[in-house]
Nanobody
Framework: QLQLVASGGGLVQPGGSLRLSCATS????????IGWFRQYPGKEREGLSC???????DYADSVKGRFTSSRDNGENTAYLQMNSLKPEDTAVYYC??????????????????WGQGIQVTVSS
């Protein structure tokens, strides 16, 4: 059964850091692009970052220089390191898999499977 399970969310103070994990199963992470998205209440999902199977990465301007995508294919897990967090980063975060793996897109329709959302709250 193909599955993505996100973890690592929570409450952090402004300026702090969190690392989100996306544990995958049921498919070979090696050949997959992983995307990270977030969603504010009542808003469309926003693409934040992606990492292709060749480890090419792309980032939305809103997180560039603060967030970093990485992957450990041996552990079937992808990560999103989030530094210098701001209150406006408060949202529900998702990871997603594009089983093609050759492209790195920040567009939701490019992805085949999604993990459950996890809450990230940045507040003092």
């Amino acid at each position: 059964q193909l599955q993505l399970v996100a973890s690592g969310g929570g409450l952090v103070q402004p300026g702090g850091s969190l690392r989100l994990s996306c544990a995958t199963s049921g498919f070979a992470l090696d050949y997959t692009t992983i995307g990270w998205f977030r969603q504010y209440p009542g808003k469309e999902r926003e693409g934040l970052s992606c990492i292709s199977r060749s480890r090419y990465t792309d980032y939305a301007d809103s997180v560039k220089g603060r967030f970093t995508s990485s992957r450990d294919n041996g552990e079937n897990t992808a990560y999103l390191q989030m530094n210098s967090l701001k209150p406006e980063d408060t949202a529900v975060y998702y990871c997603a898999a594009d089983l093609d793996g050759r492209s790195c897109s920040l567009s939701g329709p490019s992805y085949d499977y999604w993990g459950q959302g996890i809450q990230v709250t940045v507040s003092s």
